[in-house]
T-cell receptor
Framework: GQSLEQPSEVTAVEGAIVQINCTYQ??????LSWYQQHDGGAPTFLSY????GLEETGRFSSFLSRSDSYGYLLLQELQMKDSASYFC????????????FGKGTRLSVIA | DSGVTQTPKHLITATGQRVTLRCSPR?????VYWYQQSLDQGLQFLIQ???????AKGNILERFSAQQFPDLHSELNLSSLELGDSALYFC????????????FGPGTRLTVT
C-alpha cells in the first residue's frame, strides 16, 4: 500500500522561502506530484517528479529522493496568495488507485 | 479555469435520498476521476473511467455508482444518503490513464440534512 506524511500546518513570512516536506511509504511508484488548493477551490496541479532531483517552475520547485523516500515542495519569494493547502501525491505502480494523496499541508503566509 | 465543469455547485438534500452529480472533462481528456473530500479525510479517490470503461476503483461505497457516457461526460450517483456523505465531490480529468497530472473541476458541495 501507500501512505504519505506531510506536516498539517506551516506558517511563513511574506517574501521568505518555505519548504513543505512529504515522506512516503510505498511498494513502488512512478512519481511524486504536488497540488495546490485554495480555500473553497479545487486542487490545481503544480509539479511532477518522475526522477530524483529538483524540478523548477518559476517560484516553485519540487524535489524527490527515492532512496530517502522523501520529497519536498519549495516556495520562494512567498506572496500572500500562496496561502493555501498543498498536497503531495504518488502515482502507484500497482493497486487500484491512480493517484494517492497525502492529507495536505496548510500554508499560512503572514505579513 | 481548468476546463472541467461540474454541476450542480451546491446540493442540499435529506437522508435517504438519491442525487446525481455531473462532470464534463476537459476537451480531449479521456480519463475521468471522482474524489470525495471531507475535512478529516483529505482527498479520497472513488473511481476512474477511461474512454467509457471503468478502470480503477477506490473506497467507493456500494450505495455510490458512476458511469461515463459516449460523449465522455460522467455522472456520479449517490443513493440512500447518510449524514456522513456530506462532503465536497470533485471530478478530475486527464489525457491518458497515467493520471499524475489531473485537472479538477470546481466541485459539488453536498449537504445531507
Amino acid at each position: 500500500g501507500q501512505s504519505l506524511e506531510q506536516p498539517s500546518e506551516v506558517t511563513a513570512v511574506e517574501g521568505a522561502i518555505v519548504q513543505i516536506n512529504c515522506t512516503y511509504q510505498t511498494s513502488g511508484f512512478y512519481g511524486l506530484s504536488w497540488y495546490q488548493q485554495h480555500d473553497g477551490g479545487a486542487p490545481t496541479f503544480l509539479s511532477y517528479n518522475a526522477l530524483d532531483g529538483l524540478e523548477e517552475t518559476g517560484r516553485f520547485s519540487s524535489f524527490l529522493s527515492r532512496s530517502d523516500s522523501y520529497g519536498y515542495l519549495l516556495l520562494q519569494e512567498l506572496q500572500m496568495k500562496d496561502s493555501a493547502s498543498y498536497f503531495c501525491a504518488v502515482s502507484p505502480a500497482s493497486g487500484n488507485t491512480p493517484l494517492v494523496f497525502g492529507k495536505g499541508t496548510r500554508l499560512s503566509v503572514i505579513a | 479555469d481548468s476546463g472541467v465543469t461540474q454541476t450542480p455547485k451546491h446540493l442540499i438534500t435529506a437522508t435517504g435520498q438519491r442525487v446525481t452529480l455531473r462532470c464534463s472533462p476537459r476537451s480531449g481528456d479521456l480519463s475521468v476521476y471522482w474524489y470525495q473530500q471531507s475535512l478529516d479525510q483529505g482527498l479520497q479517490f472513488l473511481i476512474q473511467y477511461y474512454n467509457g470503461e471503468e478502470r480503477a476503483k477506490g473506497n467507493i461505497l456500494e450505495r455510490f455508482s458512476a458511469q461515463q457516457f459516449p460523449d465522455l461526460h460522467s455522472e456520479l450517483n449517490l443513493s440512500s444518503l447518510e449524514l456522513g456523505d456530506s462532503a465536497l465531490y470533485f471530478c478530475a480529468s486527464s489525457v491518458g490513464l497515467g493520471g499524475y497530472e489531473q485537472y479538477f473541476g470546481p466541485g459539488t458541495r453536498l449537504t445531507v440534512t
